[in-house]
């Protein structure tokens, strides 16, 4: 992380304006740094809390150019933004130019949002605890004492077998096309947590047994995210048992060929749409501090996908 430096430090405060008749009006700008971002459904989801909470405001979509994060980052404290959502490729790579991380971004290694406050850059991470209040509102499912198989080991399955290790899950295997990839992250929830955890491939007897014995699966690589919607080739329907939770973190198209073949076998499902809007109604409120209107912003999600 870098150090603080000596800037022009501005607050969101001084982001008012005078209206005619000598009152203030807060200007708040809010917004997504990713690349590409045109697709992200944050705006949506943003714009419409903004609105219904009655805040003047706007979230805008900001592609930054790759090589230019650091310059961007910068920007959010010339500007005065009130706080951005990060996207692919940056959540990790934005470490480098924050001042301070919250205690859910340090145990991820990555961040999903940023203020700027009093002139400090703060880096969080709401992925984790958005999948996680997804779970336990929609899915009616407590990880503590529970078996969980996490397909994939990138940046949302790293946010998410740690969080479900700090939630007290009793075993988390994690499988993943790259073996030592699934290794590293089973040592870090090792670490970090108290939960045990295993890492293996995927194709393999041990991802069949893993899927016996899971009360969770979660779905988090691409495989059949919308245009290539075929379910993954890796996975036989015929190891899924009825009694398991399943979860696959895409949300277009809604349900995923993987969910059907789960439901088909008696699993009760759920799809990405619920993490998206927790992780967006969390960062929200950590931005404001008041309470996100979250149905508000599940609405707006469901329109943007369905036009
Ligand atoms: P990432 O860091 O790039 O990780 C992708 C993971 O998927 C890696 O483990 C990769 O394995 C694996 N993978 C990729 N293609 C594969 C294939 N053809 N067969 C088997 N495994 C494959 O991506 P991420 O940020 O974790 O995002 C993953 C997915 O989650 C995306 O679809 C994203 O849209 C979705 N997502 C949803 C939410 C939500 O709120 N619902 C939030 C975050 C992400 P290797 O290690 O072998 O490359």
Known sequence: MRQE???PVKKFDEAA???????????????????PVGHSLSPAMHNAALRHLGLKGVYLPFEVLPGYLEEAVAGIRALGLWGVN????????????????TPQ???IGAVNCIACREGRLEGHNTDGEGFLRSLR???GFDPEGKE??????GGAARA????????????????????????????????RTAADAAGIGLGSQELASAAFQADLIVQTTPVGMYPHEEPPDWFKPEWFKADTLVYDIIYRPRPTAFLRQAAARGCRTLDGLGMLVFQGALA???????????EVMREAALRELGS
């Open 105 to 107: 971004a340090e145990l």
């Open 17 to 35: 304006s005078k209206k005619a008749d000598g009152s203030e009006e807060k200007v708040r700008v809010l917004g997504i740094m990713g690349y």
């Open 5 to 7: 430096r000596e800037l």
């Open 284 to 294: 929200f409120s950590w931005w404001t501090g008041l309470d996100a209107p979250a």
């Open 86 to 101: 990060v996207t692919i490729p940056y959540k990790e790579k934005v470490l480098d130019y924050l001042d301070w991380l």
């Open 160 to 191: 998410i077998a740690l969080v479900l290790g700090q939630s007290r899950a009793q075993k988390i295997v994690v499988a993943n096309r790259t073996r030592e990839k699934a290794e590293e992250l089973a040592a870090q929830v090792r670490r």
């Open 137 to 139: 509102e929609e899915g």
């Open 148 to 153: 969980v198989l996490v397909l994939g080991a």
